[in-house]
């Protein structure tokens, strides 16, 4: 005798929990850069073997080197990748509170058509950090991310202290910016609240 069933399985959230958004695989998963390393420049490379830096959306150019002293918070996205864009208010405001204490906050957009897509979403959602379009991919292979969006915090020296493989709430972000010197303002409330997951 056979039977099917066809109740969908786990078709209703246990009550309380609400699904968090999970990191979107953009190619096959390798070893990337480790917690220990300094974090690689921000540059772009030529045919001819040179390489330049990377540009943020003014055409300026941003550097790491230049960056020095300061904690620094990386972040590899996409405008259409779904986890980053439920990701984008935390970063808004994460940065909001951390900001006046050093933080630098470069987020790197990967996988887009044209800057002006970048652009645009920036603009549309008030993007106070540095945002920079990586139309090449460059930067993106030289960090060996394979999904979006990834996280890098660096410590004042450059050197990576946390890697996070997919988006972030406020208390994962807090979190990870103690691991660089940077614990939140007394009263102030970084990021969206959300469940720490795993």
Known sequence: MLAA?????????????????????????VEGLRVGDRAPELEIGAADGTT??????????VRLADLRGHPVWISFWA???PPCQAETPVLRDTFAAYRDRGLA??????????????????????????????????????????GLPTQLFLD?????RAIVQGPVDGQIAAANLALVGLSPASGSSPGAPGTTRP
């Open 105 to 146: 906050l470069v987020a790197i957009s990967v996988q887009e058509s044209t800057v002006d897509d970048v652009r645009a979403y920036a603009t549309k959602y008030g993007l106070p950090y540095t945002v920079a379009a990586d139309l090449s991919g460059d930067v993106f292979r030289r960090y060996r991310v394979y």
């Open 79 to 81: 405008s259409w990748c």
């Open 5 to 29: 069933v066809t109740a969908p399985i786990a078709s209703t959230p246990a009550p309380g929990v609400a699904p968090q958004p999970t990191q979107f695989a953009i190619g096959p998963a």
């Open 52 to 61: 330049t830096p990377l540009r943020d959306l003014s055409g300026a150019p």
């Open 156 to 160: 004042a020296d450059g050197i990576i």
